[in-house]
């Protein structure tokens, strides 16, 4: 028999899955292109990678490290509040080793954040949060 964290967790896990379909759609109707989803560097991850063309810049875009937070209610904060420095820090030594993995040192690349707060009415509200930190601390 399951126990109750197990469910909780299998809960979180489903609400977070959820969140990134919801982030993913979202980007991707907004011009973005998904590159990656749930990419693992050691014990941490980047929920998406998309790419965003900019046709005005010689480089043609940035590839764009993205942190989804789903929440189902606001009793314990809004969700980007939950982009702690740790969490921030954790991201960059993630996206330095997909850069260097993939060998795109020298892309431009930016951190944003994307908060998914679930509704009972079945309307999520989604707030993109573009440069939302830097690669520096």
């Given at each position: 028999?399951?126990?109750r964290?197990?469910?909780?967790a ?8 959820h ?58 904060g ?55 930190f830097?690669?520096?601390?």
């Amino acid at each position: 028999m399951a126990s109750r964290s197990d469910h909780s967790a299998r809960s979180n896990k489903a609400t977070g899955d959820h969140g990134e379909d919801l982030a993913a759609a979202y980007l991707e109707a907004h011009g973005f292109v998904l590159m990656d989803r749930n990419y693992r560097f050691e014990r941490e991850e980047i929920d998406l990678i998309v790419w965003e063309r900019d046709d005005l810049f010689e480089m043609g875009g940035a590839l764009v490290f993205v942190e989804v937070k789903t929440r189902r209610g606001t009793g314990f904060g809004r969700p980007e509040a939950a982009v702690t420095p740790a969490k921030q820090a954790a991201i960059r030594r993630v996206a330095e080793a997909y850069l260097y993995e993939r060998k795109l040192e020298s892309t431009v690349c930016r951190f944003d954040v994307v908060a998914v707060l679930l509704s009972p009415s079945g309307t999520p509200q989604i707030e993109h949060f573009p440069d939302a930190f830097g690669m520096e601390g």
